[in-house]
């Protein structure tokens, strides 16, 4: 027993710090001080992390077979649909973090990365706030945008918007009133700056939901209309992306409210119809670039549906609805209370579909696993402030 859990250790820091060293990689590949590095240190970064994670597949002690066969039979289809059809490269990267977090202590990678992501955009913010590294400034729909260090407004509100979501799993029940404030303050401070709206008014709300509950001391996850609300939320804001795309005329004041995203959505899906297997498209994220017009698909689920065709959606959904249902089964509250925020989030933004983002990409793993007794564990860490 002593050895196992030694092993486990083990594992789960190789693991941490391969992935730690790939996400890296993704968020210096996203930052204006790109330009001015050497591209082998931000490659090296993305190639030491990848193997670090292939050795760690390779320390996985307990492999339930016909969970591993029914994964590798998917990940097969993947690696033919996403990545061969659409050359979408990172998707192969996502299978080896997936089948490389198996059998780790996610309870401890998740503190881990909740310390790790929020010491790097704070290091980033800061730094970009009194100029030391590269901090933009854009004029872009009638708003005044600091980019806080990145190649894109949005980009920090994003990450902001994954670390207070992996703030309420390492919390919990114990955030005490400073914590929700000082994170509160941190995200006013980030849209004061970047004018991202959405995820500041998802993290406003999630915050105070958070508070209510942990004061209510009740698990809401007993609830049947938040059990079966939770299970089929992906499949019912997928379906309601891509009906309002389809009749954004209809919704010309939501279309507006939303900058233009429904209407960009309609024009994709004329452009590139629905299919079943996965096909190349060209929607420009370009903003002032001559001959490119913007027609980027924002939606994390309509954009995945275009691209990769039905088949993988239905499998991507799948297995992030086997991931719910089982936060359902273990009555975890504030992991499906963190998992709602960032599947919000991907409602009409991109980042639910890039793990650099979307850290829940490797609870993907605990389904090759018989349970997940860590989400039974409904305790949280220390406070963050001491």
Not at 42 to 66: E, M, S
Not at 88 to 109: N, P, W
Not at 195 to 208: N, Q
Not at 234 to 260: A, D, E, K, W
Request: include cysteine.
């Amino acid at each position: 027993m002593y050895k196992e859990t030694k092993l486990k250790q083990l594992k789960t820091n190789i693991f941490t710090v391969g992935f730690f060293s790939w996400w890296t990689y993704g968020i210096l590949s996203s930052m204006e001080l790109s330009l001015s590095l050497s591209n082998y240190v931000i490659q090296g970064l993305r190639l030491f992390g990848l193997l670090l994670l292939v050795a760690d597949f390779f320390l996985t002690r307990k492999i339930d077979i016909k969970r591993f066969l029914l994964a590798l039979i998917i990940a097969m289809f993947i690696l033919f649909n996403n990545v061969m059809l659409t050359s979408t490269h990172y998707f192969f990267e996502i299978m080896i973090i997936v089948f490389a977090g198996v059998g780790i202590d996610f309870k401890s990678f998740l503190k881990k990365s909740f310390y790790y992501f929020l010491l790097v955009l704070t290091l980033i913010v800061g730094l970009a706030s009194v100029n030391l590294i590269p901090n933009v400034t854009m004029f872009h729909n009638g708003r005044m945008r600091n980019m806080l260090g990145f190649n894109w407004p949005s980009f920090s509100a994003h990450y902001y918007l994954y670390i207070v979501s992996l703030a309420i799993i390492v919390r919990g029940k114990k955030i005490t009133a400073i914590e929700i404030a000082i994170l509160e303050s941190l995200n006013i401070f980030i849209y004061l700056n970047t004018r991202t709206k959405s995820p500041f008014y998802l993290v406003t709300a999630f915050l105070i939901l958070w508070f209510v509950f942990a004061l209510l001391k009740y698990n809401i996850s007993n609830l049947f209309i938040v059990k079966w609300g939770f299970l089929g939320f992906l499949p019912m804001i997928s379906y309601i992306v891509y009906y309002l795309s389809m009749h954004y005329l209809t919704f010309t004041n939501l279309n507006q409210m939303l900058t233009g995203r429904l209407r960009l959505g309609n024009n994709a899906l004329i452009m590139y119809p629905l299919t079943l297997l996965g096909k190349k498209t060209s929607l420009s994220a370009e903003v002032g670039v001559i001959g490119q017009t913007y027609a980027y698909v924002d939606s994390s689920f309509l954009q995945y549906m275009i691209k990769f065709g039905m088949i993988s959606f239905i499998i991507f959904i799948g297995c992030f609805m086997m991931l719910q249902w089982r936060i359902i089964k273990y009555k975890n509250m504030f992991v499906l209370l963190a998992m709602s925020l960032v599947i919000f989030d991907g409602m009409f933004d991109p980042e639910f579909i890039q793990a650099n983002y979307n850290v829940y990409f490797v609870l993907l793993a605990t389904l090759l696993e018989p349970s997940s007794q860590w989400l039974a564990e409904n305790e949280s860490e220390e406070t963050f402030l001491e």
